[in-house]
């Protein structure tokens, strides 16, 4: 399926119209940028990784129930999804306290959770994300209530399988980000991305960091560490 229009472009990523009106192509750049915006950069490769790695954990979600944009992998950058209306809501889960989580509840990072924390950011740029909560997305007609509920159960449930997933190529899911969309039909399908900009991820043995908090937090070895990330899925 070829490229047409682009559509909307994005800080990572770029959506382009393809002859079939339910399909899109979504491309991912090397672009970075942290803290809404403010710090900007380019991480050679990471395009590639993040396609790589997201589609190979949208086609394993699939496997286990979990109904996600992908159509499919299309080459390095690209890859073939279904064309859905994002809603308007980051959902966040953690597993151990890191980033804003432990800035705003004062908890040291790396504090491990009894049990996995859930919540919501409301899509917007212009406002820096809020966090909300399920009454703030209901008044404000993000979502339904109905679709908050399926929201929430295959957070929970991706968060299981990613957790499992990872460990067993020794590495940590700290804390992840989802996006899901409406398909033409209504159906709630999980979106966007799932990858090191999205995720933190550790190494379980030297807890180093693999993911986008090399970048925000200048550690180095950010490249390095996207790569290590997919040849560990490999
Ligand atoms: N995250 C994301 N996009 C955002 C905000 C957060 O992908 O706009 C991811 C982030 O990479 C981390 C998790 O969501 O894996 C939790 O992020 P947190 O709320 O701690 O915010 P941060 O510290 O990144 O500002």
Request: glycine share 6%.
């Amino acid at each position: 399926m070829e490229k047409r229009e682009l559509l909307y472009e994005g800080k990572a990523k770029r959506v382009f119209l393809t002859d079939d009106p339910n399909i899109v192509i979504q491309e991912f750049k090397d672009d970075a940028t942290a803290f809404n915006g403010e710090k900007k950069g380019t991480i050679i490769g990471k395009g590639v990784v993040n396609n790589k790695i997201s589609c190979k954990l949208f086609e394993m979600l699939e496997t286990k129930g979990i109904p996600t944009h992908l159509i499919k992998f299309i080459d390095d950058r690209n890859m073939l999804i279904k064309k859905v209306e994002i809603v308007k809501l980051e959902v966040i889960i953690r597993n151990i306290a890191a980033g804003s989580f432990s800035k705003r509840y004062g908890v040291e990072e790396g504090t491990v959770f009894d049990s996995p924390t859930f919540e919501f950011s409301y899509k917007e740029d212009a406002l820096g994300d809020p966090l909300i909560n399920k009454y703030h997305a209901l008044a404000m007609k993000i979502a339904t209530k109905e679709e908050l509920k399926t929201i929430k159960k295959y957070a929970f449930k991706i968060n299981e399988i990613l957790k499992d997933y990872f460990i067993e190529r020794n590495v940590i899911l700290v804390d992840f980000k989802l996006e899901f969309g409406r398909t033409n039909t209504g159906e709630i399908v999980l979106a966007d991305e799932i990858s090191p900009d999205t995720c933190r991820f550790w190494d379980k043995d030297t807890k180093e960091k693999l993911d986008k908090d090399r970048f925000r937090k200048n550690l180095g070895n950010i490249e390095e560490a996207y790569t290590e990330m997919l040849k560990r899925l490999s």
